[in-house]
């Protein structure tokens, strides 16, 4: 069955850590994004990898990081230097060029 | 840089028909799309619309595009209390780096 898994669906951690959310997907898609999303702002990019081994910062990429080891995957770390990190976020993935994007059903992350 | 509009929220009761919609800023926009949000989930794409199209219909959904005035519409027909939910507009340039510019969402509540 194809799709975009991401895990955990539900994750809870202590100020000052960091914390790794997964997207694994096996579409074959070429790119993935990393989405922040939080209540009346709509969606916010963080990250996007257009390729394996390469990746661009999005909008709000300060106090994030990423890599683009795999086709299949794309972690996304929270660093305890990204000041408001409880949000909903979510990963996506596209062939590219205009193609729509294809959402995982997000990592809901509270920080306390 | 671009912008995309939607009004926050739109009440409507059962049956009746939906219509969701969005501005945009940019003229080199080539792909408009669709989503719809369900609560705790991911975004799911529900239809899109290229450039060199006027409308597009889809069983229930009928999307409009006014190019001139930048102006795209989602009409639900017989709206139900399952199409409750988030819907997002986006569109992709065709003149950058492919990266989806989204709305803020548009909260379509259906009441009986």
């Known amino acids: 069955d194809g799709g975009i898994t991401q895990s955990p669906k539900y994750l809870f951690r202590k100020e000052g850590q960091n914390v790794t959310l997964s997207c694994e997907q096996n579409l074959n898609h070429d790119a993935m994004y990393w989405y922040r999303q939080d209540p009346g702002q709509g969606l916010r990019l963080i990250y996007y990898?257009?390729?394996?081994?390469?990746?661009q910062k999005g909008d709000i990429a300060e106090g994030y990081s990423v890599s683009r080891e795999k086709k299949e995957s794309f972690p996304l770390t929270v660093t305890s230097a990204q000041k408001n990190p409880t949000a909903f976020y979510l990963c996506?993935?596209?062939?590219?060029?205009?193609?729509?994007?294809?959402f995982g059903n997000g990592t809901r992350l509270t920080v306390t | 840089g671009e912008d995309v509009e939607q009004s926050l929220f739109l009440s409507v009761r059962e049956g009746d028909s939906s219509v969701i919609n969005c501005t945009y800023t940019?003229?080199?926009?080539?792909?408009l799309y669709w989503y719809k949000q369900e609560p705790g989930a991911g975004l799911q794409l529900l239809t899109y619309?290229?450039?060199?199209?006027d409308m597009k219909q889809d069983q229930r959904l009928t999307v409009l595009l006014n190019k001139k005035d930048k102006h795209l519409s989602l009409r639900i027909a017989d709206t139900q209390t399952g199409d409750s939910a988030i819907y997002f507009c986006a569109e992709i340039s065709s003149g950058g780096s492919y990266i989806p510019t989204f709305g803020r969402g548009t909260s379509l509540i259906v009441h009986p």
């Open positions: 990898s257009q390729i394996v081994n390469d990746f």
């Open positions: 996506a993935t596209s062939t590219g060029q205009g193609s729509p994007l294809h």
């Open positions: 619309i290229f450039s060199n199209m």
């Open positions: 940019d003229s080199s926009s080539t792909y």
